[in-house]
């Protein structure tokens, strides 16, 4: 049986670098921008900036997703007789693929020079001048060049990439002391823990500067074991841990740490998780006495009304009423729920009103509207239900409720005759939750092009190939590098930039999960882009709505890696390739090495036993077949896949519902669900982890459809501008 992971969510960019990444950087934006007004004798303001609008005119980047021997002929024609900056890009691009595949000779004849006519990568291309003679065996020139990055280049981050190659301790020394964000200089750091693990300082840099990287814990494992450690080190140590989820190491170093709300917090918390409720409730207590207005001290209240039983949790519920509006509807929500089973209703009904009333926006009353609107519809009351579910469109639109509560406000006014409003209704889900399965649900139900549960197997739209945007954040020769596929040096060039800042801008977080892509991540790449939705400040929910308008922001959340095995395989099958390509999005987040804790392997989450069962199926031995391959996986992903398509007559509904549930409980649900309307079926599926994930597939189809294919994008922005409104409710 074919099996999902963990509930882990969370984005994009095939091309060239997924694995190996080490080489080349800059320091910060600023000095950027001094040396290449000094280079180009302009001021900064008049340099021309990357832009979506002149990339897009750019012909090298266009066919950067082609491969190498694809794209060489267009490059050398480009390099040869073609206008700057492109001929400067081409030229870059087709040495890079020389020296990729070890021709110096060629590679130098386009590199001579290069550093004066394409100012922004001046230092790279002596770099890869260098690579270049070292493939010739002239060693001496590439350390001659190395050196003149030294000198020339002393301040740019690319001179870690010389210093490493060059290889001297007091080089190294100056790569730890100046760029203690460069990946190159963690490999230096590493290199002498292996051979002395007793340099707190060392460590102390790769938890400062490298807290995402692998092996981190190890790291900081290894350094609470230093007696020296003062109590700002704790606070970083502890901070670490927590972002790795590691709760009780985390409460053990905040312990060594300054008392703040942040530390206290977490020492309670940790303590909490670790079943320690009695001193959890006294390190609770103590962050509320110090600190009686802090964030931590609303949600350590929360926590207490946990931990209390009956009405002793009321009295923590009534002080964040009175005190911290931030938390309060969650309190209110809980308050309540528990008064409702103390059997007070009168005050749980009063509790509901309140919270209505004076915090009608919250998700929370959202929640309550939702829960009294789908009892309503239970007991047939379908009006009760449409006015009760109206408002959460209007009032909670940020609240993930709200396209589904559209959509069923559609439905319901259609079981009420009310036609023009059931489309009106359906209009608005497609124009305000445009990303959202309920979206696709409302198109199929206006009739548009986006087909239904019993044909979208067989459709085959049109797919417009992704292109990386221009990132949001970084220096002009980091957006450069990126948008040629130059994956190692733009990687090392952001992170030397971005510095690992504790709390990254809106932009430069969209970055980072660019970047993530770039190495093959996409999990903590999409887990990292679709965050930024959760972000509190008022500046920062601004950046969010801006970029969030932006379809690079939505590409980037469904990505298009294995396109061409996607193609082919669900070519081969029959099937649409954006369902595929959507199964793949929930079942993996496109990591092809990803196992679940049942064993189910890669990109489709195959089972091993499953795997067997398929490949003599179709002549294959699977002993030769490697299901961390993401040819092998999707081929036999794909056979599954038609596999469950064909017993449920070609309802993708069901078929979708068979692959993560199993065939068995399928069954059983199409002898005791009434099988009339689907939308009805799927909101009553008994199992939740298979409704969320037919709804979550189809919704990840409908976002590929919407963003990659032009028809439907044209479709969607009509909507959006025309941005029908609903009613309120009485």
């Not at 005190?323 to 209703?345: C, G, I, N, V, W």
Request: hydrophobic fraction near 40%.
């Amino acid at each position: 049986m074919l099996k999902k992971l963990q509930k882990t969510q969370i984005y994009l960019l095939t091309g060239a670098g997924i694995c190996a990444f080490f080489a080349g950087a800059m320091v910060a934006a600023p000095q950027a921008g001094k040396t290449l007004s000094q280079w180009l004798n302009l001021s900064p303001d008049k340099q021309e900036q990357l832009t979506e609008a002149n990339k897009a005119k750019s012909v090298v980047f266009s066919i950067l997703s082609q491969s190498v021997p694809e794209r060489l002929t267009k490059l050398t024609e480009i390099a040869e007789r073609g206008s700057s900056p492109d001929r400067e890009r081409a030229r870059y691009l087709l040495a890079s693929d020389y020296v990729e595949t070890s021709q110096g000779e060629k590679a130098l004849s386009l590199l001579l020079g290069l550093e004066k006519d394409y100012p922004v990568l001046a230092p790279y291309v002596l770099l890869k001048q260098a690579q270049a003679h070292d493939i010739l065996g002239e060693g001496k020139k590439a350390s001659d060049l190395r050196q003149k990055v030294l000198k020339e280049y002393p301040q740019e981050a690319a001179v870690v990439k010389a210093i490493y190659a060059i290889a001297q301790p007091k080089l190294h020394d100056q790569a730890i002391a100046q760029f203690p964000s460069h990946p190159l200089t963690w490999e230096i750091i590493r290199k002498r823990l292996r051979e002395n693990p007793n340099q707190p300082n060392l460590q102390l840099i790769l938890v400062k500067y490298a807290a995402d990287e692998p092996g981190i814990i190890g790291v900081l494992d290894q350094l609470v074991k230093q007696p020296q450690l003062k109590p700002a080190d704790w606070e970083l140590v502890g901070a670490v841990y927590w972002k790795n989820n590691q709760f009780t190491k985390a409460q053990n170093a905040y312990v060594k740490a300054p008392k703040t709300a942040t530390s206290l917090y977490r020492i309670a918390r940790g303590l909490q998780l670790n079943k320690e409720q009695d001193k959890a409730i006294a390190v609770y207590k103590q962050l509320i006495q110090k600190f009686p207005t802090e964030t931590e001290t609303g949600i350590a209240l929360l926590r207490l009304s946990e931990i209390a039983k009956g009405k002793d949790s009321i009295t923590y519920l009534d002080q964040i009423i009175s005190k911290f509006p931030e938390q309060a509807p969650q309190a209110l929500a809980r308050k309540a729920t528990l008064l409702e089973s103390l059997k007070d209703d009168q005050s749980a009904n009063a509790t509901w009103k309140l919270l209505l009333g004076k915090y009608s926006g919250s998700d929370e009353a959202a929640e309550f509207r939702w829960k009294t609107a789908e009892a309503k519809a239970k007991n047939n009351d379908y009006l009760g239900a449409w006015e009760w579910a109206q408002p959460i469109t209007i009032n909670n639109k940020t609240s993930i409720i709200a396209p589904r509560a559209g959509f069923w406000v559609g439905k319901w006014a259609t079981t009420l005759n009310k036609q023009q409003e059931a489309i009106t209704a359906y209009q608005y889900v497609i124009s305000e939750f445009p990303y959202s399965y309920y979206a696709w649900r409302s198109a199929s139900l206006l009739g548009l092009n986006v087909g239904n549960f019993n044909n979208i197997r067989l459709m085959n739209p049109t797919i417009i190939p992704y292109q990386r945007p221009v990132p949001p954040a970084g220096s002009q020769t980091f957006q450069e590098l990126y948008l040629l596929g130059q994956d190692r040096d733009a990687w090392q060039q952001w992170k030397t930039e971005v510095n690992q800042k504790t709390e990254p801008s809106v932009a430069e977080q969209f970055t980072e999960g660019l970047m993530s892509f770039t190495k093959g991540d996409y999990l903590i790449g999409i887990d990292k882009i679709s965050k930024l939705e959760d972000r509190k400040t008022p500046t920062d929910k601004a950046e969010y709505q801006a970029l969030s308008q932006q379809s690079i922001y939505w590409q980037a959340r469904y990505p298009f890696p294995y396109f061409k095995e996607i193609e082919k395989w669900s070519t081969s099958r029959q099937l649409n390739p954006l369902l595929v390509t959507a199964l793949m999005r929930q079942e993996s987040r496109f990591q092809p090495k990803i196992k679940s804790v049942v064993g189910a392997t890669g990109l489709m989450q195959v089972m091993p036993s499953t795997g067997a069962w398929i490949a003599p199926q179709i002549n294959l031995d699977f002993k030769k077949l490697n299901l961390e391959d993401p040819t092998d996986n999707i081929n036999l992903g794909t056979w599954y896949l038609d596999h469950t398509h064909q017993q449920y007559g070609n309802n993708s509904m069901l078929a979708i519902a068979s692959y993560n549930a199993g065939p068995g409980n399928v069954a059983k649900w199409l002898r005791t669900i009434p099988k009339k309307d689907p939308d009805e079926f799927v909101e009553v599926i008994p199992f939740d982890e298979t409704k969320n994930y037919v709804r979550q597939v189809f919704g990840n189809y409908w976002n590929y459809l919407r963003l990659y294919n032009p028809e439907v994008s044209a479709i969607v922005t009509k909507y959006s501008e025309a941005h029908p409104k609903l009613g309120t409710s009485k």
